[in-house]
């Protein structure tokens, strides 16, 4: 590869004390808990909108609860809850949300199908954040930092109005990638040890008659009923047990890496349907990345043909959503002070210095928390070696790919963006780094916050 040298360049600059790259699951949480910490708190999001995977990608909100109904006698107990909840509260006030509803099949997995309207999120995230008083800044990429050792001065982000400095405090990483970890000198790999994913959304199709079709077939492995269109004791969740599918049907979803789950809060529509495809490298490859996107969009039209031809009532489907852009379950991995193990999630361990609590495995019921109980997520595992004045959320964190099918979901990520937001603001208003955090201070102004730790 050539290389050229540019010209040294003077650029606007802004100050805040807490500067956070990624307004998605955990960055728009991290962004809330920053700001209501008192910090001047600015949010780097190169979308036109906030909410990430949880708009994009994912198929509910998992989990806000322990795994109690798939062991008889476990207590039902809410382990996450604090700015999270919030927001699941206020998207049941504009009737965006399934609300915690408790699946009647399937729970052996996942104890209740928190599902979400697309739309409606990324509307109460930017009011929440708006209300929080965070500066958003849209269509705003990361390029760079400032560096002095293992301090971070500022970063470099473009938009549309050019290129300018920000500089601050304390730093969170909630990019999914990485990106700013990785400008930074933090250490990483890149596993690549997942499929990318684009997940639509579907109109014209029958919910019910979805569920009549499993059901004809003896295929019903998850089933949920909960708010749709405000009315309660609705479909919301539905998956096919694939191996009793039409043979035929089956191995034409298997070639396009059709997922047999959806989630819906509307009628006539299915919120999401997800495909899958492996990537030969790291989605941090542009090229290859370019390449999955075509393939993917490819897969889109091959699944509701699908749909037309095998599914009583989705002979009209039609896309009516798309994914923006790839939805990764894990860009590069970040070395962090601690490594969550596997054998940390299994057996419900927890830490000194724990910043919440978390009940679910998206492995279940291959994999479990013992006895339908929780983990403990230390502060010590989102702080990058190397770097003191940065933090990451989300799923950057946890090298073991199994623990990391539990700590990268949605809700973890959440509550991890309200543990990061809260800490980095803490680090500002101190004058200190990460490592020199009072722990104690953390714990109080997360249980003020409504954080969870058992």
């Known amino acids: 590869?050539?290389?050229?040298?540019?010209?040294?360049?003077?650029?606007?600059?802004?100050?805040?004390?807490?500067?956070?790259?990624?307004?998605?699951?955990?960055?728009?949480?991290?962004a809330i808990a920053a700001a209501r910490q008192g910090a001047r708190t600015a949010l780097i999001e190169a979308k036109g909108y906030v909410g990430g995977l949880v708009v994009e990608g994912g198929t509910a909100l998992h989990s806000f609860y322990n795994l109690w109904k798939a062991f008889p006698g476990v207590e039902k107990r809410q382990v996450i809850k604090g700015i999270p909840q919030e927001i699941v509260d206020r998207l049941a006030a504009a009737g965006g949300t399934s609300g915690h509803a408790e699946m009647q099949k399937g729970y052996d997995y996942d104890s209740v199908c928190t599902a979400v309207d697309t739309e409606v999120y990324k509307l109460v995230a930017a009011e929440m954040l708006e209300e929080a008083g965070v500066q958003v800044c849209l269509n705003t990429f990361l390029t760079g930092t400032m560096t002095d050792g293992a301090w971070i001065e500022g970063l470099i982000a473009g938009s549309h109005a050019g290129r300018?400095?920000?500089?601050?405090?304390?730093?969170?990483?909630?990019?999914?990638?990485?990106?700013?970890a990785a400008h930074a000198g933090a250490d990483y790999v890149e596993p690549n040890d997942y499929p990318v994913a684009n997940s639509i959304g579907v109109g014209g199709v029958d919910v019910e008659g979805y569920h009549r079709f499993l059901e004809s077939h003896d295929a019903v492995q998850h089933y949920c009923e909960g708010m749709r269109n405000g009315q309660e004791g609705?479909?919301?969740?539905?998956?096919?047990?694939?191996?009793?599918?039409?043979?035929?049907?089956?191995?034409?979803?298997?070639?396009?890496?059709?997922?047999?789950?959806?989630?819906?809060?509307?009628?006539?529509?299915?919120?999401?349907?997800?495909?899958?495809?492996?990537?030969?490298?790291?989605p941090t490859d542009r090229d290859e990345a370019a390449k999955a996107e075509l393939e993917l969009r490819k897969r889109q039209a091959k699944a509701i043909e699908l749909l037309r031809k095998w599914v009583p009532g989705c002979e009209k489907a039609f896309i009516a959503r798309t994914s923006p852009s790839l939805c990764i379950r894990r860009g590069r991995l970040i070395t962090c002070d601690y490594d969550i193990s596997l054998a940390d999630v299994l057996e419900g361990r927890h830490f000194e210095d724990d910043v919440m609590a978390y009940g679910f495995h998206d492995s279940a019921p291959r994999l479990q928390i013992k006895d339908g109980g929780t983990y403990g997520i230390p502060y010590k595992s989102l702080r990058p070696v190397g770097v003191d004045n940065l933090l990451v959320a989300g799923m950057l964190i946890t090298a073991d790919h199994d623990a990391h099918m539990?700590?990268?979901?949605?809700?973890?990520?959440?509550?991890?963006?309200?543990?990061?937001?809260?800490?980095?603001?803490?680090?500002?208003a101190q004058s200190c780094g990460t490592r020199d955090l009072v722990y104690a201070d953390l714990r109080a102004a997360l249980e003020e916050g409504g954080v969870y730790f058992e």
């Open 164 to 180: 300018e400095a920000i500089r601050a405090s304390a730093f969170v990483d909630c990019t999914g990638y990485g990106d700013l």
């Open 406 to 428: 539990s700590t990268r979901n949605t809700v973890s990520c959440m509550a991890q963006g309200q543990a990061v937001g809260t800490a980095a603001a803490l680090c500002a």
């Open 234 to 282: 609705q479909i919301v969740r539905l998956q096919a047990r694939p191996g009793n599918l039409p043979p035929e049907f089956n191995e034409e979803m298997r070639k396009i890496g059709m997922a047999s789950v959806i989630t819906t809060t509307r009628d006539d529509y299915f919120m999401f349907l997800k495909l899958n495809y492996k990537m030969p490298a790291s």
């Open 1 to 30: 590869m050539d290389y050229c040298e540019t010209a040294a360049e003077k650029l606007p600059m802004r100050e805040f004390d807490v500067a956070i790259v990624g307004g998605g699951t955990a960055g728009v949480v991290a």
